[in-house]
Each structure stands twice: as structure tokens, then as C-alpha cells.
């Protein structure tokens, strides 16, 4: 089985569409490359009533959560304070990273900038070494900010911590109509019920109408399950345009 | 208060990072625009007991919600039945879509073809009016297929019955560090408590580093807190570079 993740994606700013959601598809492309399955993506406002309980019900239901968005020093960055109710821990200022904030911003530090040091009870810093600020984890969720860069660089710096088997996907393209092969499909299913079998339309492109996607972590699983739809889809008369 | 809406975008070709979602950053734009104030977007796999309860639980807690994806006749495809089973009711076939369906695939059609005239008990067909397809509606749930073209098309048939109240948006941008304003924030929230205010740090950008965007549906509010606003940076000798 492979480990499991789901993204929480905090701020106003996305479901208001004044920002475009960079993060999601970044962490789902390379959590996908590490072997990890992403099994949910939720967005939600910068409110403690919303975060507390989807970090609590998210952190039960997958191996790995990732937050991105509401962390920073003004009043509608809740992210620390909602993971801390998720987990009934308090909020407290670490002193390591008061410290890396007290050097970065003197001289003109004031109180408000300290706020990124006030963490959940019990957080780790993950990666700290030759990073500017570490990823907060509590549990096992990790914690990174909206700024697309900056969670690149982060996430950079820690994913090979949740490296795994890779997944093996093959693909086939054809020029056909979904309901024609609906039947096929099925059948191989029957066969290869662990299969993970994707059907996608295509109404505007000139080469093909269907993508069919193949994957497992088990290679062997995945050809064999191919070399039947390809013979199956001869039946029909139909040859894929790539396969 | 304004309308609700929640997004569930069903498809594990997102969650996979195959296919780059680009319909719920259409809504969302979409759905602002016309005044409705989107609280939720959940991206969810194609199994039925994902698809069922998340479709119960934002029915019950937006006044609209919107599916995309999941609709079609291959194994995928189980927005239908996932929706069906979120209301207690039966998929039955409609003798209007199976009509259209019919004439559509006319002379090939195959059973597989009727597959998309399954549709949930009691389904209302809205827009359906010089549509090729209609959009099919159960309860306060809209079904939107996946392909964004498509869904687009729809989409526009049907929008102004959603449209309300529109949002009043005002912007300030800064050159300044978000530690640094976080007080007069709160002091200005504490005055304006109904008001939607959002601050987002800029880090690569050569002209500000914050961006504050101020929003209610009452449009002299806005202003009020805008001036308040303005008023209270200047006493931090900050003056905006755009406001």
C-alpha cells in the first residue's frame, strides 16, 4: 500500500479568486513522482472553525498533511492556531526560531514580526540545516506558507523524507468514443482489479479523443493489464494512436 | 449575507497531478463575480463512498453547490451514482437526455452511449434551451462535466440565475513588512469588524511587498475602512504606492 497524503490549502485569497492556487499542483506532481498517493485536496477560508477540524479529520485519515497558506504575522494568518486547537496543544513562542527572527530583523524588529515564532506546543523543525526557517511539523502534519516560492525551496529541502516505490504508469491514446470501450474497460477491470484505470475525453484535440491511463506501483501488473486492453480494443477494430 | 457556494471537483486525474485543474479557478472567478461567496473546494477521487458524503455535507452547508468531473459512461465515471446515493434516491434513465442521446449517436450508438441519460431520481435539467446537453441538477447540487471547455459553455447558459449583490473590493499596496502593519490591521478591524481584510506578503516583486485587499457588499463600508486605513499607515509614515 502506498503511504497516503492530503493538502489543506488556507486563504481567502483562492476561494475569492484573486489568487491562483500555484501550491496544489506543484505539491501533487511531485508528491505523485515520490510514490506518495494524494487521496484529497481541500481549500478553505482563513478561519479557525474551518481549520481545526479539517487539519483534525485530515491528519486521521492520511499518513501525511500538508498545509499551505496563513502563516505570517497579521490576524488572518491562523494556520499555527488552528493546528493547535486540532490537537488541543497550546500555542507557544519557540525559541529557536524567535531567535532566527530576532537576527534576521534587527534592528528594526518589533513585536509583530516575533508572531512566526509562536507555534503548537511541541512542533519540530524539519530540515533546518541551511534553510532560513525551518518547515514546522506537528504530527504528522508539515506546515508551509502560501508563497509559492518559498514552499518550493522548503519542500525542496525535505521530500526526499517521503520517497517511496514509484508508481508505474503507461498510457494509450485513441481515436474513439468513451461509450464504444466502456465495455472493454470493464472487462480488464474484471481481470486486474487493482488496477488504477483513468478514461479521459478529448473534444478539441486534433490526434486523439480518449486518454486511457494505467498505473500501479507493481510494473509487471501494469504491462500485463495493458498488453489485455490493447487486444481486447484490436477487437474492436480500434488501434491506438499511441500506446 | 450573501449566497454560498461550495466546489467538489471529482477526478483522480488532479489528485494524480495528471491534469492541471482549471474549472474551479474558473467558478470561483465566475461565482465572485456574480456576487456569490464561495466557502469551500474539495478535489476528491472517483469512489463512491468519497463522492457521496461530501456531496450530503455541502448541500447542507452552502446554499449552491457545484460537481465537475465524473460524469460519462466509462467505470470512472460515478459523480451520478455518488450523487444519487448522497440523497437516498434511484438512478433512473431520462426519456428527454436519452432522446437527445439517441439522435446525437444515431446510427452507431451503442448501450454505452446511454450510460449519460442515468441520471439521479427527480434530476431537474436546467438551461436547457439551445444546449446541446443540459446541465442536470439535483437539489441545490449543479453537475458539471470535467472537460473545461465544456463546463464553460454550460456554465455561461445558466449564471445569471446565481447572480446577486456584487462584492465592493478596494486594494492598498505597500512597500513595507507585514510585522510591521499587523497592529494597525486590527486596530482598523476593530472598527470594521464586518469587513473582509486580507494582507499577502510579496517577496519578488520590485514595486510592493503587500498587498491589502479590503471587501465587504456594502460599498461605503469599504471606503470608510479604506480611509481609516490610509489614515493610520500615514501615522507609520507609510504611504502606498498604489491605493
Known amino acids: 500500500m502506498s503511504k497516503t497524503a492530503g493538502i489543506i490549502v488556507i486563504g481567502n485569497e483562492i476561494l475569492s479568486g484573486k489568487t491562483r492556487d500555484e501550491n496544489s499542483l506543484y505539491l501533487v506532481r511531485e508528491l505523485r513522482g515520490l510514490g ?54 497550546k500555542i507557544l513562542r519557540n525559541p529557536e526560531l524567535e531567535s532566527i527572527l530576532r537576527h534576521y530583523y534587527s534592528p528594526d524588529l518589533v513585536e509583530g514580526n516575533l508572531r512566526m515564532a509562536d507555534v503548537p506546543e511541541s512542533a519540530r523543525l524539519v530540515g533546518g540545516k541551511g534553510m532560513w526557517f525551518p518547515v514546522i511539523a506537528v504530527e504528522n502534519v508539515f506546515i508551509f506558507p502560501g508563497v509559492p516560492e518559498i514552499l518550493r525551496r522548503k519542500f525542496e529541502r525535505i521530500k526526499e523524507m517521503f520517497r517511496e516505490e514509484p508508481f508505474h504508469l503507461r498510457e494509450i ?13 470493464n472487462g480488464v477491470l474484471a481481470h486486474f482489479p487493482a488496477l488504477a484505470l483513468g478514461s479521459y475525453p478529448y473534444f478539441d484535440n486534433p490526434d486523439y479523443s480518449i486518454k486511457l491511463t494505467l498505473e500501479s506501483k507493481d510494473g509487471s501488473y501494469v504491462d500485463n493489464a495493458h498488453a489485455m486492453l490493447l487486444k481486447e480494443l484490436s477487437k474492436l477494430s480500434l488501434t491506438p494512436v499511441k500506446a
Chains 1, 2 share one sequence.
Not at 488572518?76 to 486547537?85: N, P, Q, S, V, Y
Not at 468514443?177 to 465495455?183: K, N, P, S, T, V
Open 173 to 185: 491514446f485513441l481515436r474513439a468514443d468513451e461509450g464504444q470501450i466502456a465495455g472493454v474497460l
Open 36 to 89: 506518495v498517493d494524494v487521496r484529497r485536496l481541500s481549500v478553505i477560508p482563513d478561519e479557525l472553525d474551518c481549520i481545526s477540524p479539517e487539519v483534525r479529520h485530515f491528519s486521521k485519515s492520511f499518513d501525511y498533511v500538508f498545509t499551505t497558506g496563513g502563516v505570517g504575522p497579521t490576524h488572518d494568518d491562523l494556520t499555527m492556531d488552528g493546528i493547535a486547537l486540532a490537537f488541543g496543544r
